[in-house]
């Protein structure tokens, strides 16, 4: 990693934030993106060895709050949960799911970024390996689930995954689509509705 300036201008990442918006990682021009944040190249590869790790400063906030979800999860034994706690993981209300959206909409461009302008960079995959991470962590519930004889043991992993992963898109694709605050909450309500993986899994309710 070059040497950075700790007084990286702002307009330096929002600029780069807006062309890798508009145009993904491969289209963006860096000379454009110097030219609006009014600074030189020769000043950018000062703080970064190219586009790239440009691109890796503008999404570093949301890569973080990512890597962080599997991180406060992990840290969680499903062996150590009630047979009620267990239970209610797999229970998502129109409350929770709200809290989901919330989450997500403050790390809105970032989202965008990763997922449909990363191509060219390490984070194209990005999304794919965070489900397989999310999986693994959800999975160990689901075995300790159905040890207690609480959920429906035919349910494997691969199924798991595909659940996960269709719950995932659930999430994003209205923030991708720009959807008001408004919409997204009728939308809790029918993911809610489509999306009842407890019900799925023969989860039982205590």
């Known amino acids: 990693m070059a040497n950075r300036d700790?007084?990286?201008?702002?307009?330096?990442?929002?600029?780069?934030?807006k062309h890798f918006l508009e145009h993904?990682?491969?289209g963006a021009s860096l000379k454009?993106?110097?030219?609006?944040?009014?600074?030189?190249?020769?000043?950018?590869?000062?703080?970064?060895?190219?586009?790239?790790?440009?691109?890796?400063?503008?999404?570093?906030?949301?890569?973080?709050a990512m890597n962080a979800i599997i991180e406060n999860a992990s840290k969680v034994d499903p062996k150590?949960?009630?047979?009620?706690?267990?239970?209610?993981?797999?229970?998502?209300?129109?409350?929770?799911s709200q809290e989901w959206f919330e989450r997500l909409m403050s790390l809105k461009e970032g989202f965008a970024l990763i997922l449909r302008c990363s191509e060219?960079?390490?984070?194209?995959?990005?999304?794919?390996?965070?489900?397989?991470?999310?999986?693994?962590?959800?999975?160990?519930y689901l075995l300790e689930t159905q040890r207690r004889n609480l959920a429906d043991k035919s349910i494997t992993k691969i199924e798991l995954h595909v659940i996960v992963a269709a719950i995932w898109q659930m999430y994003y694709e209205p923030i991708l689509h720009n959807m008001s605050e408004e919409e997204i909450k009728i939308h809790c309500r029918v993911?809610?509705?489509?999306?009842?993986?407890?019900?799925?899994?023969?989860?039982k309710r205590l």
């Open 6 to 17: 700790t007084s990286i201008d702002p307009k330096l990442l929002e600029s780069a934030k």
């Open 24 to 26: 993904g990682f491969l």
């Open 32 to 64: 454009a993106i110097c030219a609006d944040a009014g600074v030189t190249t020769g000043a950018v590869y000062k703080r970064y060895k190219g586009k790239e790790e440009l691109f890796e400063a503008v999404v570093k906030g949301t890569v973080d």
């Open 80 to 96: 150590e949960l009630s047979d009620k706690e267990l239970v209610s993981v797999w229970y998502t209300t129109e409350k929770t």
């Open 120 to 140: 060219g960079t390490k984070y194209s995959s990005l999304h794919h390996d965070w489900i397989e991470k999310m999986t693994e962590v959800d999975y160990q």
């Open 191 to 203: 993911a809610n509705e489509l999306l009842d993986w407890g019900k799925a899994f023969g989860i």
